[in-house]
C-alpha cells in the first residue's frame, strides 16, 4: 500500500502545473470536488458493504446449522425416501448456494453446497477442498461472530460455527457474491456520476473563473498597451484607463489601484514633459542668442590679427586664441541648436543623395586631418543612393570618422564601409585602436559623453575633444531618417554601424 501512495505521488509531481490564475483556480475547484466526490463514495461504499454483509450475518444466525447437520445425521421422524433424501443433506428451507460443513476434532469430515436447483436429485452436493480451504475453516472460531473466508471452488463466504449434537463443530456459510456485486454496482454507478460531474463542474467552473476574472484580464490588457508605449521621451498618451468592478472585491481593488497609479504616472509624465520643453526651448533660444556674439567676438579676434601695425607677442598669442575658442564655441552652439531643432521634430530635407560620393568625400576630408592614420574604402562597384538630407548624412560621417582620428593612435587603421540589405543600406567606421571602454559604451550615444582620457591612454591623440555632442548627433540625425546606430567595442577593434532605410523612407 505504502508503495502504491509513493508511486502515486510520485505521478502527481510528474502532471504540468497550470500556469495561469485561472487555470490554477478551475484546477484548485476541480480537485477539491474529486476529493470530496471520493470521499462520499468510499463512505458510500463502506456503508452499503457494511449494511450487506451485517444482512448476510443474520441471515446466518437465522439459518442455524440445519444443512451441515444434515451431512451427518439422519431424520428418525422422515420417510424411507425422505431420509435418502437426507443422506445428501436436507436443502429445504436453505438458500441456494449455502454452504455446509461439519468438523471433527478440527478435521472436516463432511462439507457440501446447496445447487442453485434443490429439486435436482442428482447434483452433487459435495465441494472439494483444498488443505488451505480446510485451515480456514478450522480457524473458524466456535460461538463467535460471523467471518469471511475464501473458498477455491466457491470464492468468498460468510461462515458462521457451532457446536453440534455430538460435540463436533457445524459451519454455515452464505456467499458473498451477491454483496461484492452491489458494491462493485455502486462503485461503477458513483465513479459514472462523479466523472461525469467533476467534467461538468471544470467546464462550468472554468466559465465562472474566466468571467469572475475578467476585470483582472482587462487590467492586463491595460497593462500591456501601457509598457508598449514610448515612455523614455516626448509626450505620452496613456491608454484609456482599465475598467473597474466591484471594490470591494479584490479584482475590483487591483484595478481601482492600477488606475491610480496610471494616473499619477501620467501626471508625471506631462511634468517630465513640460520641462523637456521648457530645456528644449532655453537650449533652441540661447544657442540662436549666442551665435551673434560668438560670432563677433570670432571677427573682431580675427580683425586683430589682420591689423598691420607690429603686435606684441603675447597680445597676438591671446588674439589667436581667442579667434580659436571664439570658433570651438560657434561649432558648440550650432551643435546644440541642431539637437535642439531635432528634438522639435523639425522636418530634415529628402532628397536623393549619392552615400558613395559623401564617404570618398569624408574620407578624403579626413584623411587631410589626419594623414598619420591609415584610410580604407569598402564600397559596392555601383553608386549607393538614400533618400535624406545631404547635408546632415555628411555631418553625420565627418563625426563619426572625426571620432575615430581623435581617439586612436597615430598610424590606427580606420576603414569605412557601404553595405546594401534589402531592408537597410548600413555604413560602417571601424578603427583597430584601443577601443571604448566598457563602462562608457552604455551611454556612449548620450549628450555631453566624453571618454577622450581614457581612449587617450591608449596612445591617443590627448586632444581637448568637444563637448560631447558628436556621437549624440549622429544618432539623432540617423533617427530623424529612421534608421539606427549602433557601437561593438574591445580592445583592438571598434565599429560603429548606421543603418538607413533602403530607399531612405522614414
Known sequence: MGRALRAVGRWVRRLPRPHTLRARL????????????AAVGVAAVIELDGFLTGRLDQQLTEVGTQFPASLEHKDQTLTDHDADDRERG?????????????????????????PADKDDSTTDLKVPLTARDRRELAAVPVGGTARTIHLSSLGKYRVLAAKGRDGDVMITGLPLESVEAAVHRLEAVAAIVFGAALLITGFAGALWVRWSLRPLSRVAATATRVSELPLASGEVALPSRAPESDPRSEVGQVAGAFNRMLGHV??????????????????????HELRTPVASIRGHAELALLHPDPVPP???RALERIAAESARMGVMVDEMLLLARLDAG???????????RLVLDAVADARAAGPDHRWALQLPEDPVTVTGDAHRLQQVLANLLANARLHTPVGTKVTVAVETGVDATSL???DDGPGVPAEVQPGVFERFTRADRRRAEGGGAATGGGAGLGLSIVAAVTEAHGGSVGLESRPGSTTFTVKLPSGGSA
Do not use: I, Y
Open 26 to 37: 478551475t484546477a484548485g475547484l476541480v480537485v477539491l470536488l474529486a476529493v470530496s466526490c
Open 90 to 114: 436436507d436443502t429445504r428451507r436453505q438458500a441456494p448456494h449455502t454452504f455446509g460443513a461439519r468438523l471433527v476434532d478440527g478435521v472436516v469430515t463432511n462439507s457440501g453446497v446447496v
Open 266 to 287: 501620467e501626471d508625471a509624465l506631462t511634468h517630465r514633459h513640460a520641462s523637456e520643453e521648457r530645456l528644449r526651448s532655453f537650449a533652441a533660444d540661447a544657442s
Open 314 to 316: 603675447k597680445v597676438n
Open 346 to 356: 523639425r522636418p530634415l530635407e529628402r532628397h536623393p543623395v549619392d552615400l558613395t
Open 428 to 430: 560602417v567606421v571601424h
